[in-house]
């Protein structure tokens, strides 16, 4: 079985700009979660989902940043515009309501110049 | 509220020497405990969990882990280290029926050396 897709896996871009990233979660799994990982600030959990609906988003840092997920194949993390200190790898992953524990994705390598 | 606090955030064994590494946890009620592995430039793999029913867990590459309510501890050990456990390795719990939403230590740098 396929596990957590993201792309891109590696993103460069230049401040100002607009970032999208994507996640297809492990099919099943109804709950979806974004995460940052930088090497001052560790594993921070920005938002997650539960059945396509966002259930706590406090971690989102700034109105810079915003998720969907229009459906329970597919969602996205936007950051507009974008940053250098957002340079950071994020992370999804999934989980099914049946079972404990998280899928990790892969990870994108977002780099903000 | 929960919390997990993993001592040492740099552990540095020789190959084939023991592995432990330390994770404590406060939780309001009965936790489910994780340990997961990253190595360089990867996601975070899932090693082994604690549910419920029989307290020493076997996960994969040899590692297990003990859940000790009375210490609420959940260290993760390994008989003889190798070189490719270099990684990192979080602690983590979560309430069920919580959305699965994890809280995670700030992690433990394994280093084999020879």
């Known amino acids: 079985d396929a596990g957590v897709i993201q792309s891109p896996r590696h993103e460069v871009t230049e401040m100002g700009q607009e970032v999208t990233l994507r996640c297809k979660p492990i099919?099943?799994?109804?709950?979806l979660f974004w995460y940052r990982q930088t090497m001052m600030r560790g594993l921070e959990l920005l938002i997650y989902?539960?059945?396509?609906?966002?259930?706590?988003d406090s971690g989102m840092p700034e109105d810079r940043f915003s998720a969907k997920m229009p459906n329970a194949s597919f969602s996205t993390l936007k950051i507009q515009p974008s940053e250098p200190r957002d340079s950071a790898v994020y992370f999804c992953?999934?989980?099914?309501?049946?079972?404990?524990?998280?899928?990790f994705g892969p990870g994108t390598r977002l780099t903000v110049l | 509220a929960q919390s997990v606090t993993q001592l040492g955030s740099h552990v540095s064994v020789s190959e084939g020497a023991l592995v432990l590494l330390r994770c404590n946890y406060s939780?309001?009620?009965?936790?489910?405990l994780f340990w997961y592995v990253q190595y360089p430039n990867q996601g975070l793999q899932l090693l082994l969990k604690?549910?419920?029913?029989a307290t020493l867990v076997k996960g994969i590459n040899g590692f297990e882990a003990e859940f000790k309510k009375s210490e609420t501890s959940f260290h993760l050990t390994k008989p003889s280290a190798h070189m490719s456990d270099a990684a990192e390795y979080f602690c983590?719990?979560?309430?069920w029926g919580g959305g699965n939403k994890l809280t995670f230590g700030t992690g433990t740098q394994l280093k084999v050396e020879l």
């Open positions: 992953a999934s989980s099914s309501g049946t079972a404990p524990g998280q899928f």
């Open positions: 099919s099943g799994h109804n709950s």
């Open positions: 983590a719990v979560s309430e």
């Open positions: 939780s309001s009620v009965p936790p489910y």
């Open positions: 989902f539960n059945n396509n609906v966002p259930i706590d």
């Open positions: 604690y549910t419920t029913g």
